[in-house]
């Protein structure tokens, strides 16, 4: 009901200065919103940007100058060692039976994998769908290389909850192989859809678990594969992988701020992180969450708004193979923790709102739920419990409100970590609506009178 | 809440027989759906199936052989008088001044337009964005060409509204360039893109104005004329449009059926309509919406249900020039509109669902609430007060109980009656949870222990 209310009050052909400073920062990010115009650059200037690349260090460059000429304040980097992975040539073929020579078997090594040996290696393959196959394959899975082959489950609503289900295969299955006597891990690309995209993703390894090379294979190519084996055929498939682990260097974070002319001590982030995966562009992960966060203090800017809070955008970097910028942020601001009221995470793409999600409870949860109410008009219609994310995460764990932008998920896996995350896979209009959506819950709680209480912490032995 | 805790019960890898039938039905669509299968042949069979056309008699014929082939029943074809209106060739270009000869000028004649004179006709350009200042020209329209230039205003949260404020320049755009004198009317199209595809649509003639000439021109088009006019100087366009109007010839609405196993003279309709612009494949418009309403009776017989009232499948004809199909059918149906307990339309593409409109009121709208608040984990979450569409228009003037799915429309007049309207437009997944929360919503009504009450009808004068 609020909805058609505000959807009526809307009908002015333009916000009159009168409108709330929330409506009016949507209908400017709408009507002549930067943020696609930002990820254009973005994905221009550094399309491949991992951590430790020059892709990488090119990107911060451009958002601290993106940032410093739309007259931000503070704008800076902030170290952060990180590591530096290579990914270098692939290959994988079928070299028995010779029917199934040629088979196209598109692949992506899982970052963090060690190299194979020089001239590759050759190992029957076997195909699994659980660990639990695996491990009752027993002597036979050694020097065999697995594929984990479990499709994410396409009934589940929400394709977010189907990708948690499946993606152990990606990140636990080079050490349940190794485990195994495997000498090799593939693993069925974390994807809904069914095309030669192979998406890679993190692996960990563990201490005292052989490191062997693992790569994502796309879904058609696993299909491809079970249809080969059919009937119980075996196959033996060759994998080349020259990827090289190149130590530590510097990366940054990126930050930029607008000072509250009221409380300047209390914060409101905003942010995504900078670092991609080194194929496609990064335009969904997370380019679409930078310039969300840079556009949200460039909207309240170019209003002339100053907010009550400090207004401040965060660019992680390293989210995707190891998280250190979130560490990093975390321990270089521990001083300033207790005035964080709140850190907004967007990492889900640019797609149109959906809601929020938030680990906030009792009256500031209630808080937060109003300012969401009034964001329904623009899609963004639930605000639910949960958490903020992988770079809020441990602003979380020290006791801060956390908030995770979500968007329509139905598209998402198709882009995520593939050569198809790209320009063109994201909609201008649904990327203002996000950020327009992002910036106005950003300005709300800024402009609180009273800060969020923080989040009671669940009893102990519940999380 | 509710969400959440479906999304928790979501979490078996497939639901079990014990699940309720409107969730199986959903997740049959999302695991092994049809839709998007069946959208991909009717767009190879026929893309082009204006009212008319060969194309609509293929697509009928098509419709006709899937219903059969899914073992649905009294799949029938019901004549509707229609009429014959085809495009021909069109040009538009810039005679003088000699600087802006040649520039791009792509445009789509408006269904139903008059041709011009077979040489075309040569006549001054007048910029406006109101009919308000069309009038304000006076003698200055006189024999010029008028190009109705009012943008979709993209502040507004709902394109549909956006759309409501600017398409009168479509509609009625040549009888008031005619009032006003002119020689031909062209309208920017109706999109919120700034692109290369004019968008066509109908256009109304009045009985005692001269009917002239009209075409819609791209966006960008429109752009390069009001460059190209800056500064006061004087363009001359040439239009050729060689539209013809051929009569009426006889189409069909094409219907199928699950008969109620109690209640068979109660009766659930869900549609769309068959008929589509001659341009692009009308795969949103409203390929979508027909391949939802086939889906949803073939999902409810692959399942094994039959419910407590018939299920009826309408593809309405001639809903883009004419709405001849909406009042055949309510025509030939006036004996059955008293067992009419919902009729649900689909026509605003195949994005993913966002809710559901209604006319109905009181304790029909609260069970309706009801039934929609289960479907809120697959997106669609709220049901708002509002009508059904055009094509269950003259039902919901008979009193009938109408309902209308809304989906998404960030996207939606990128595509709408242009080029653009093809199979690529539309995301499989989102199709399927379309046509999943359409049939779970169509099942769950025809279920009702009790028929909704019909709605209450407003005030007099308040309509």
Redesign the interface.
């Known amino acids: 009901m609020l ?2 209310i ?2 009526v009050l ?2 002015a ?3 009159s200065l009168s409108a709330p400073a929330s409506q009016r920062l ?2 400017a990010s ?2 002549e919103g930067r943020a696609f115009e930002a990820l254009t650059e973005l994905c221009h200037v550094a399309p491949h940007r991992l951590a430790g690349s020059a892709g990488l260090t090119r990107a911060e460059d451009w958002a601290v100058a993106w940032l410093r000429d739309r007259g931000l304040e503070n704008v800076r980097k902030e170290p952060v060692r990180v590591p530096r992975w290579v990914r270098g040539p692939a290959r994988l073929a079928v070299a028995s039976p010779a029917s199934a020579q040629g088979t196209y078997l598109p692949l992506l090594a899982l970052g963090g994998s060690v190299a194979t040996p020089p001239a590759g290696l050759r190992a029957p393959l076997v195909i699994v769908t659980s660990f639990e196959e695996l491990r009752g394959l027993g002597e036979r899975a050694r020097g065999t290389i697995v594929l984990f082959n479990r499709p994410m ?7 977010f ?1 189907a990708y948690g289900a499946a993606v152990e295969q990606r990140s636990r299955g080079a050490v349940e192989a190794a485990r195994a006597g495997a000498v090799a891990a593939l693993v069925r690309s974390m994807t ?1 859809a069914l095309d030669d995209h192979p998406h890679t993703g993190a692996l960990r390894y563990e201490p005292d678990v052989p490191r062997i090379p693992a790569a994502a294979i796309s879904t058609r190519a696993a299909a491809r594969l079970v249809e080969a084996a059919r009937g119980g055929a075996r196959l033996e498939l060759e994998l080349q992988l020259e990827c090289r682990d190149e130590g530590e260097v510097e990366a940054h974070n990126v930050i930029a701020e607008i000072t509250g002319r009221e409380r300047p001590g209390e914060i409101v982030v905003v942010g995504g992180h900078l670092d991609a995966w080194d194929v496609g562009q990064g335009a969904h992960d997370d380019g679409a969450g930078c310039v969300q966060a840079m556009e949200t203090l460039r909207l309240v800017h170019s209003l002339g708004l100053r907010p009550r809070r400090t207004l401040r955008c965060v660019l992680w970097t390293n989210e995707e193979n190891g998280l250190r910028g979130a560490v990093a942020y975390k321990d270089a601001h521990e001083s300033e923790l207790a005035g964080h009221v709140l850190a907004i995470e967007s990492d889900r793409g640019g797609f ?1 709102p ?1 809601g929020f999600e938030t680990n906030a409870t009792g009256a500031a949860f209630q808080t937060l739920e109003g300012i969401v109410r009034q964001l329904a ?3 963004a ?2 605000l ?2 949960g958490s903020g994310g992988a770079d809020t995460g441990p602003l979380e764990r020290a006791g801060t409100n956390v908030m995770q932008f979500v968007p ?1 998920a ?2 998402y896996f198709d882009y995520h970590h593939c050569g198809r995350d790209t320009l063109d896979a994201v ?1 201008p ?2 990327l203002a ?1 996000s950020a327009g959506v992002i910036a106005a819950l950003a300005w709300s709680v800024a402009e609180l009178e009273l800060p969020l209480a923080r989040p009671e912490l669940p009893a102990a032995g519940s999380r």
Chains 1, 2 share one sequence.
């Open positions: 909805g058609l505000l959807t809307l009908g052909a333009q916000a949507v209908e709408l009507r489950d396409p009934t589940l609503a929400d394709p909850a809904l149109a959906r008009p623009y899609g219609a639930f639910r419990p329509d139905a598209r909609h209009r649904e609506l």
